[in-house]
């Protein structure tokens, strides 16, 4: 059986190996709580590019900046699979041996951005309101200055509470806590006790927890129901009839706490087909089969630059100068100014180039020392493109 304490050993080892909370600009959690999900590694039987769909011959020199993010692992972390779609026709599809197209891989801090889009189908159905405050029952006491937090701010990530994403040493920070401690049997309880550091929409500040809370809310909203399973199955069903079904991302699969609360902030599964199947929606703007799925308004608020940090828009990241000292999530120098990703911890990426019809899904393991070179190598895919 293993301890908190052996866990907690587990991330502090996987600190000093030199995995970072926060690559990438802040991806969630260093692991999910027990039971201990999958995350992608058994392998697809055979699977190699002859048995994968032919696709029209690709640029030679698209085609070897794409491969170089395998052939260099040294540089840039272990590649596992790499999807392209222009136009949303497939152009380049590859894995690393023991990985295929029916691999489910982990999401990380990618789930952000699908929670937030759970989010805007509340909010565009009447029954959320982004700029009201948000109704988390723990701050509507008189006087409770968290009783003014909006949607908005958290979505933002500026709701002032005190959420510290990766603390040194590594369990002092709220993710380790909120996932390997007892906080991981109720992560919204955990998250929604912070109290109040800033006013809210004072401060950007990056917390997969404040994902937590919206996924709570997102659960509240759905059913009066207190039970785990009900919970749960509420959440399935709004995401069967909202995004599996009329996307097509049957392998989508969300994780819960032992509240029934979805990890909403870094811990889904899908396969790279699927992820790229919601990049695809993004880059439509919610329109799916010329069926518009998600209000224009939505997707505007989303792909907008917060007032705390132009780098971040709703729950996803923008190709724009970030917050003086901040970590660079993207290329702003190089790349479209309409470009944004959904982007995981350890090098996960859903990039999407609107102006470029252009859709990118880059799923791996990537090192903190790495991740200059794997952003580099793909801002020269993006850009050959």
Not at 70 to 75: G, Q, S, V
């Amino acid at each position: 059986m293993i301890t908190k304490k052996a866990m907690l050993a587990s991330a502090a080892l996987a600190a000093l190996c030199g995995w970072s909370l926060t690559q990438a600009a802040g991806q969630g959690s260093i692991a999910p709580p027990a039971p201990r999900p999958d995350l992608g590694a058994a392998p697809d039987h055979a699977v190699t590019p002859d048995t994968l769909p032919l696709l029209p011959a690709l640029d030679p020199a698209i085609k070897g900046k794409a491969d170089a993010l395998f052939a260099d692992a040294d540089e840039v972390g272990q590649t596992r699979a790499l999807f392209v779609l222009r136009d949303g026709e497939p152009i380049y599809e590859r894995y690393a041996p023991g990985f295929g197209p029916e691999t489910k891989l982990i999401s990380w801090s990618m789930a952000k951005s699908i929670t937030a889009v759970l989010i805007g189908f509340l909010v565009s159905d009447g029954r959320l309101s982004l700029d009201g405050p948000a109704p988390v029952a723990a701050w509507q006491r008189s006087g409770d200055p968290r009783g003014a937090i909006t949607l908005r701010q958290l979505l933002h990530m500026s709701a002032g509470l005190e959420h510290v994403e990766a603390g040194d040493p590594v369990w002092d920070g709220d993710t380790v806590d909120m996932l390997f401690g007892a906080a991981a049997q109720d992560m919204a309880g955990f998250a929604e006790a912070k109290p109040a550091v800033a006013r809210p929409g004072e401060l950007f500040n990056y917390s997969s927890a404040t994902s937590v809370i919206l996924a709570d809310i997102l659960a509240d909203t759905l059913t009066p129901s207190r039970h785990a399973e009900a919970r749960r199955e509420a959440v399935r069903e709004f995401i069967d009839g909202r995004l599996v079904e009329p996307l097509g991302m049957t392998s989508l699969t969300p994780e819960f706490d032992a509240r029934g609360t979805m990890i909403g902030g870094s811990i889904m599964h899908a396969t790279a087909r699927d992820y790229a199947r919601f990049g695809e929606f993004l880059r439509r703007h919610g329109v799916v089969d010329g069926q518009r799925l998600l209000p224009e308004s939505w997707m505007r608020f989303m792909l907008s630059s917060s007032a705390n940090d132009a780098a971040y828009g709703g729950h996803i990241w923008l190709n724009r100068p970030g917050s003086p000292g901040e970590p660079v999530a993207l290329w702003p120098d190089r790349g479209p100014n309409d470009l944004f990703a959904c982007i995981g911890h350890q090098g996960q990426y859903i990039i999407v180039s609107p102006s470029q019809r252009v859709t990118i899904v880059r799923l791996g393991v990537t090192r903190d020392e790495q991740f200059p070179a794997l952003r580099r190598r793909l801002a020269d895919l993006t850009q050959a493109l």
